[in-house]
């Protein structure tokens, strides 16, 4: 059986780093210094020998992840295998807009989506021209329900809390013929879960978890006093910190999905040294993984 690799593609919550209309400290370096900038959070799952690839999620930031994933894996010209979508927010699917007449205009691309996320591309416009055109062909999937693919890789959507406006949002259990990862990039809090998030990382051997938010001084620190986290609710760094402290030298734990706010984006931060300290690591954009 040939080798199973993640890629990781984006780390940022859906706005990206830096975020439009924002030049505090993080979006003002990532505007200056490529090296500073993060795509949207955004996974592959890579079968190179069989020159298979899946998506995890349609960023904003598609055309450059697509690239990206090509590039390194010698994939060039070759459409994705299927695309998952976690939920319906914008960092997480209109990216599927390039599979579209204006762009890609792909044939029957696997889409799989949540039931209310797969009536909302279906029937709405202009999502309804993807299925309408054959460019994408939407099946639903459903809590607990395993896809089996090529290369002995299954994926498990599992329901996790989310503001779910428009869709259920869904975290992704991937497994690969040698590990595991479980992939959180977007969840309320671990307390309204009725799982046990230390759990879900003990049965991985690699987890990557909403980071949006270090800590409740976040936003007030990037001077966006319009904006409470109250109001957009995501567990803070410092409470999976407490809870994962103990499995995080067994599990390789990531954070992902940061805010533009978050101080652990500065390599010489407190935050960060506060995460690495523990045991616990940063996502990078490029980084691959075998599972
Ligand atoms: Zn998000
Ligand atoms: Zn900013
Ligand atoms: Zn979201």
């Known amino acids: 059986m040939g080798k199973v690799m993640v890629q990781v593609l984006g780390t940022a919550q859906d706005a990206g780093v830096p975020q439009p209309n924002c030049y505090c400290m993080n979006c003002t370096k990532a505007i200056e210094d490529t090296l500073w900038k993060r795509r949207a959070a955004s996974l592959a799952v890579v079968m190179p020998e069989d020159k298979q690839w899946h998506l995890i999620d349609a960023s904003p930031d598609f055309k450059e992840q697509v690239v990206m994933l090509q590039r390194r894996f010698g994939l060039e010209g070759r459409v994705m295998d299927s695309i998952w979508l976690t939920h319906a927010h914008i960092g997480h699917y209109p990216g599927l807009m390039y599979l579209g007449k204006e762009a890609m205009s792909t044939s029957d691309v696997p889409v799989y989506a ?15 021209q993807l299925t309408d055109l054959g460019n994408i062909q939407v099946s639903e999937i459903t809590d607990g329900n ?16 989310h503001r779910n406006e428009f869709s259920e949002t869904f975290g992704f259990r991937i497994e690969g013929p040698e590990k595991t990862v479980a992939y959180i990039p977007d969840i309320d809090s671990w307390d309204e879960w009725e799982v046990d998030v230390a759990e879900v990382c003990k049965d991985a051997d690699i987890c990557m978890l909403d980071a949006t938010f270090f800590s409740a001084a976040d ?48 390599p010489a931060s407190e935050a960060r040294l506060f995460v690495e300290e523990n045991g616990f690591r940063i996502a990078e ?3 691959v993984l075998e599972i």
């Open 146 to 161: 395993s896809v089996r693919l090529t290369g002995g890789v299954r994926i498990t959507p599992f329901d996790v809390p």
């Open 219 to 266: 936003l007030s620190d990037s001077g966006r006093s319009d904006r409470d986290v109250r109001d957009i609710p995501h567990p803070f760094i410092t409470e999976t910190v407490d809870r994962l402290k103990a499995i995080a030298g067994e599990t390789e734990v990531y954070f992902t999905h940061f805010n533009h706010s978050n101080p652990v984006l500065d």
């Open 114 to 128: 949540g039931r209310k996320m797969k009536h909302m591309l279906e029937t709405n416009v202009p999502w309804r």
């Open 285 to 287: 954009e490029g980084m």
